[in-house]
């Protein structure tokens, strides 16, 4: 089946400094999404995108689809204390027709931010 | 608060025993699905309902099953219970099924239920 990589694992990073995970993928997906995970709380969907090459920002989050449409990284810039979380990657892959598959997430990068 | 409920929020059990974990989805979503988020595992897709109808399978033990009610909400059975099979289970639900746009059929997630299995 499709596996996703995500990296890095987990992160250590003092508030505002800017930070970068990315995710591959072993097969092309034409659909990434990133969550967020706060403790105690289900993935929150924070940015969604659907065209290789496709470049998406929500605030201090950028996040882009790559061109081989087998990775996508995100980008937090000048991290804050409520960014603590742990941040998933996911793919989907939707046909011609419009149906998809259903989603494959990464394992996650767990991000720490110190004061 | 994503509009997605899940009871209980805890569960602690002992091997071999059977339970169920309930989710109510979003108003007007159709379709729920199951996650399974272990610490080594990440978050697994088991299954989805569509309507009341079974529509798509992931990596679902045979142990376990669900089933969505006229009312959309859905159960998920987990029986036999083993060790390995502690985890924290989410459940999600979007407007529609798999043949929507994604951009039109975002998965909200519920906060899940952290089963401990002793």
């Known amino acids: 089946g499709q596996q996703l990589n995500q990296s890095p694992q987990s992160m250590f990073i003092q508030e505002g400094e800017d930070v970068s995970m990315n995710c591959t993928s072993s097969s092309i997906f034409n659909t990434w999404l990133w969550y967020k995970q706060d403790p105690g709380e289900g993935p929150v969907l924070l940015i969604a995108?659907?065209?290789?090459?496709e470049l998406t920002s929500n605030g201090r989050l950028t996040a882009q689809f790559g061109i081989t449409r087998k990775d996508s990284f995100l980008n937090i810039s000048a991290s804050i204390p409520s960014d603590v979380g742990i941040y998933f990657c996911?793919?989907?892959?939707?046909?011609?027709?419009?149906?998809?598959?259903?989603?494959?997430f990464g394992s996650g990068t767990q991000l720490t931010v110190l004061p | 608060d994503s509009g997605v409920t899940q009871t209980p929020k805890h569960l602690i059990t002992a091997t071999g025993q059977r339970v169920t974990l309930r989710c109510s989805p979003r108003s007007g979503d159709l379709s729920v699905y199951w996650y399974q988020q272990s610490l080594d595992q990440g978050l697994q897709f088991l299954i989805q309902?569509?309507?009341?109808?079974?529509?798509a399978k992931g990596n679902i033990l045979e142990r376990f099953s669900a089933q969505q009610f006229p009312d959309l909400h859905s159960e998920l059975n987990l029986s036999s219970l083993e060790l390995g099979d502690s985890a924290l289970y989410f459940c999600?639900?979007?407007?529609?099924?798999?043949?929507?746009?994604?951009?039109?059929?975002?998965?909200?997630f519920g906060a899940g239920t952290r089963l401990s299995v002793l």
């Open positions: 995108l659907y065209k290789a090459g």
């Open positions: 996911a793919g989907q892959l939707v046909f011609s027709s419009g149906s998809a598959r259903q989603l494959t």
């Open positions: 309902y569509y309507n009341g109808e079974e529509r």
């Open positions: 999600a639900s979007s407007p529609s099924d798999n043949r929507l746009p994604t951009r039109l059929n975002i998965q909200y």
